[in-house]
């Protein structure tokens, strides 16, 4: 049983959250695995999913038939709409998994499994009868004592047992008939269960907090502003175009329990390329690291690392919490690269601002940096009827996949890409360009694509692993999640389908496994004494120990 207690360690034997901890480093303690010995690191076993209704996946069984998978169906749909098979988007896993209690739980949208960690047997399954809704993934559930919670597409929050995979209820997140999808972890923190939202329309995004035991909302912290009293709305044009405005939280943020401080990047604005309707102003509080008190929701404090932006850049990649030296002063330390191609690193008590650098060196979008360290957006590099050359593309420099830190080093690691792309403005009128309506890009070149380390201290990159290219890169895929380990290991995908563990001082691959698309991130576990990698390749994980 997880209880909360639990989760405040640092990670080690077990990854009971999306993280693995709370600090969003992805540093596991675990050595047994090190850099002296990861030659002989070897497959243990593999364990292959399929989504839909029924279920037919799973490990073969010795007599060549697939082995019986409890199968458990829930939801409000007819289960017509439900996508099925190996190839389907609701097979390919995305997802950080819950390794707990020599249990591995896994999820894809409208799915989850429920593995023994020893040999990846299926232990159950359960499915969600969907109403529709987008399924670009999802990134993994949260545990607590014997419950699972599972955000599906269209919207719900799902409490399910571990133990059996039955459902113990559900809760709506946000109305499915206003577009919005949910493709998040969730995060528990004490009696909270923290739940963002997702829109690609121009609707009110927010974070709502509900008791893990009745699924009742404690609170909701709304991104933009949503009354006349609210200090950010002199950031935007009218209150009309705050409310609408966008800020959606998708991906799960860190904590700090010594200041109850739940740390989370929010996303674009909306309208996200025409921003007539926004105003001038910086659109407040979108493309910002937020810092919320976990048990009343109040906004503590904040900075935007895109004021105003025009690109869809979200901010919401993962902060991490590092409590280190910077300028000769211990000090408590966020830090975060974002998709426009900047790197901040912040005061995560205060928000004070600290540094700000690029660890994409093609980022051309911006003039400079303003008193607050944020980048000065060029007008000039907009959407534009004519063009404009602009990097990084609109996939961003970087995206969701986790990044990693590791005290050894003191080094900060990010997947990245360096490339550029023609910005163009297809719809003057604000009322066609709605969402991410009305424009149009064009790829026109991919210098390539890197495993980047940060120096957070200067903000210098310390060094950079160019990936091999592969063909299907370039804006469409900025990266794999990293893992540090303090074996010496620092592991991650490859453009090319390989799973490789780097030397972390300089980039110097160390061994590799060619398993297909890297497509989830790399975690780790112990088990009977037994250090594990594992990872998800499309719809198949993959658990590798010393031989």
């Known amino acids: 049983m997880l209880t909360p207690d639990k989760l405040l360690g640092r990670l080690n034997d077990s990854w009971p959250t999306y993280s693995g901890d709370y600090t969003g480093q992805r540093y596991s303690q675990l050595d047994q695995i090190s850099a002296a010995n990861v030659k002989n690191l070897s497959l243990a076993w593999t364990s292959r999913i399929t989504s839909g209704l029924p279920s037919a996946g799973g490990r073969m069984s010795f007599f060549g038939g697939p082995a019986p998978i409890p199968t458990i169906v829930a939801g409000e749909g007819d289960g017509s709409l439900n996508e099925s098979g190996a190839t389907s988007r609701s097979s390919r896993i995305v997802s ?27 232990l159950w399954h359960f499915v969600w009868k969907t109403r529709g809704g987008t399924h670009t993934g999802n990134r993994g559930m949260a545990l607590y004592k014997d419950t699972l919670f599972l955000e599906t597409p269209d919207d ?10 039955s459902e113990k209820w559900h809760k709506v997140i946000a109305p499915f008939n206003e577009q919005y999808f949910s493709t998040g972890a969730p995060i528990l923190i004490g009696n909270h269960v923290l739940v963002g939202t997702g829109n690609d329309l121009d609707a009110p995004q927010a974070l709502t907090s509900f008791d893990p035991d009745t699924g009742e909302v404690q609170w909701k912290w709304y991104a933009t502003p949503q009354t006349k009293d609210d200090p950010a709305l002199k950031t935007w044009a009218n209150l009309r175009a705050a409310r609408y405005g966008g800020g959606p939280m998708w991906i799960p943020g860190s904590y ?37 008190n976990v048990d009343t929701g109040k906004l503590v404090w904040y900075y935007q690392t895109s004021p105003h932006d ?13 409590d280190g030296d910077f300028n000769g002063k211990q000090r408590k330390l966020v830090l975060q690269a974002t998709r426009n191609g900047y790197f901040y690193v912040l005061d995560r008590t205060t928000g004070e601002h600290l540094l700000t650098s690029k660890f994409s060196p093609t980022a051309n979008w911006a003039t400079g940096l303003d008193e607050k360290g944020r980048p000065i957006r060029n007008p000039k590099k907009d959407f534009d009827i004519a063009g404009s050359l602009v990097s990084p593309v609109n996939a961003g420099a970087t995206n969701w996949m986790p ?60 060094w950079r692993h160019k990936y091999p290219e592969a063909g299907g890169w370039g804006g469409t895929n900025v990266g794999h999640a990293l893992l540090n380990t303090a074996g010496g290991l620092l592991f991650t995908g490859d453009p090319q ?48 120990r010393l031989n």
């Open 497 to 544: 389908g390989n799973l490789v563990a780097y030397d972390p001082a300089n980039g110097n691959p160390l061994w590799h496994a060619h398993i297909g698309d890297v497509s989830g991130p790399v975690q780790t576990f112990l088990l009977d004494g037994k250090q594990y990698i594992v990872v998800g390749a499309t719809d198949t994980l993959y658990a590798f």
């Open 156 to 165: 719900y929050l799902v409490a399910i047992s571990a133990k059996d995979g």
């Open 310 to 322: 025009t690109h869809d850049w979200d901010s919401t990649q993962t902060p991490v919490l590092v």
């Open 403 to 462: 990044p990693s830190f590791n005290p050894q080093t003191g080094l900060f690691y990010v997947t990245s890409e360096d490339a550029y792309s023609m910005y163009y403005l297809t719809e003057t009128d604000p009322r066609g360009a709605m969402g991410l309506g009305g424009k149009d890009e064009l790829g026109v070149g991919l210098i390539g694509n890197y495993l980047t380390a940060m120096d957070y201290k200067t903000g210098k990159i310390a």
């Open 96 to 122: 950080s998994a819950i390794i707990w209690d020599g249990k591995i739980y896994v999820s894809t949208p409208d799915n989850a499994w429920a593995m023994d960690a020893r040999d990846g047997n299926i």
């Open 256 to 292: 700090d329990p010594d200041t109850y401080l739940y740390i989370i990047g929010t996303g674009n604005p909306t309208p996200a390329y025409t921003s007539q309707s926004r105003g001038e102003g910086d659109n407040l509080y979108t493309c910002s690291l937020v810092a919320l």
